[in-house]
């Protein structure tokens, strides 16, 4: 039985295993290999690493990680997590089980898009959803707000400090009061008539086609998409969730703690908030947590 096993072996999970493993404990990382930044040619604004992709940061975390020998890696999806006595069951897809005695999902979330055609295919290189994380690189372009919940109107204040920005209503969510006025202050024009088309050879994007027919021509678009968790592993434990702006999340204390006993949780399937360096600390947080929850079961 290991120490902890941790679920997810992106920037959340590699960073809680890295921490386990300094503090010497066995520690095995499941993989699915599906991260959700897997569609981003780079990562930006990570201390020390902007510019490269996110593979190549997840493979340098691997090697690093693995020097550690109470540490392990293994590819494979875990498709059930029970509590057992002493600690916690994962069964594997296809065949397998492995245990611990405490769990750290670090599984991510899953992005639904708005059902526009063309967004999928240029999701993570002109259809983006942070401008800390891409819109530098837009480098004063037109852009767009395509409208996908009530905070849209936020994101839209947002964008013009990268670009010339357009928001689109999409029919359903219109701007008022205080936003309308900071609309006008940031320059931002607003467009009701929703966007039916994303234009162009994909991943790269000429504009957008609206439903009148009119084209506005955008380098690139952000929108907000809806989330879920990656994995069901965190209801199956019975983990309380909370509901977010753009979907339901893990809900968790300030080191990651669930409402489970023994199990933490990290990344962007723990917060509202989703950016790679969040998730680092976050995982860092967890796995320092974990570690401790030890020590005073220990001595309790």
């Known amino acids: ?31 699915a290999g599906m991260p959700r930044n897997r569609f981003a040619d780079e990562a930006h604004g990570f201390l020390g690493q902007d510019g490269r992709t996110p593979a190549a940061i997840m493979r340098d975390a691997r090697c690093q990680l693995q020097r550690y020998p109470t540490a ?58 942070c401008p800390y994380c891409h819109g530098y690189e ?6 767009g707000v395509i409208a996908a919940h009530p905070l849209s109107a936020h994101q839209a204040i947002l964008i013009p400090d990268w670009g010339p920005t357009t928001y689109f209503t999409q029919g359903e969510f219109e701007p008022e009061g205080a936003d309308l006025h900071a609309f006008a202050a940031r320059g931002v024009a607003v467009e009701r008539t929703p966007v039916v088309e994303l234009l ?29 968790p990656a994995t069901p592993l965190a209801a199956m434990l019975g983990c309380a969730h909370e509901e977010g702006p753009t979907g339901p999340y893990v809900k968790v204390d300030q080191w990651g703690a669930t409402s489970v006993p023994g199990v933490w949780a ?6 509202p908030m ?27």
Do not use: K
């Open 1 to 31: 039985m290991y120490d902890v096993i941790v679920i997810g072996g992106s920037f959340a999970g590699l960073s809680a295993a890295t921490q386990l493993a300094r503090a010497r404990q066995t520690v095995l990382v499941i993989d």
């Open 72 to 129: 392990e890696l293994l590819s494979g999806e875990a498709c059930h997590a029970a509590a057992i006595d002493g600690g916690f069951a994962i069964t594997l897809s296809g065949a397998g089980e492995c245990r611990a005695r405490r769990l750290v999902l670090a599984t991510g979330v899953t992005d639904t898009l708005p059902a526009i055609p063309g967004m999928t295919e240029r999701w993570g290189a002109t259809v983006l959803h």
């Open 138 to 143: 837009m480098g004063g372009l037109p852009l």
């Open 200 to 228: 162009g050879d994909a991943p790269a994007l000429d504009g957008v086609r609206l439903a009148d027919g009119r084209i506005i021509e955008l380098a690139a678009v952000f929108t907000a998409p809806r989330t879920r």
């Open 266 to 271: 990290a990344g962007d399937a723990a917060t």
């Open 274 to 300: 989703h950016n790679a360096t969040l998730a680092s600390a976050a995982g860092v947080l967890a796995g320092i947590g974990a570690h401790q929850a030890s020590i005073r079961a220990a001595t309790a």
